[in-house]
């Protein structure tokens, strides 16, 4: 009987192990994708300033 519970034991171990590690997986995921996301809209923006602002200036040019 004590062998018993000493395998469930380490299965139980081995599973949270697993899960803890899923859950690093996933959390490092969000994350990445959190940033990812914060850059795309960044480098978005910001071309679309630098168009706006290219325009402005090509605009003053001709003027």
Do not use: P
Not at 5 to 33: D, H, P, Q, T
């Amino acid at each position: 009987m004590e062998n018993f519970s000493k395998s469930v034991n380490s299965k139980f171990a081995s599973l949270y192990n697993s899960l803890f590690v899923c859950r690093e997986i996933y959390f490092a995921l969000i994350i990445f994708i959190e940033v990812f996301q914060c850059y795309y809209v960044c480098l978005k923006v910001y071309t679309c300033l630098f168009i706006k602002c290219v325009a402005i200036f090509s605009i003053k040019i001709k003027l």
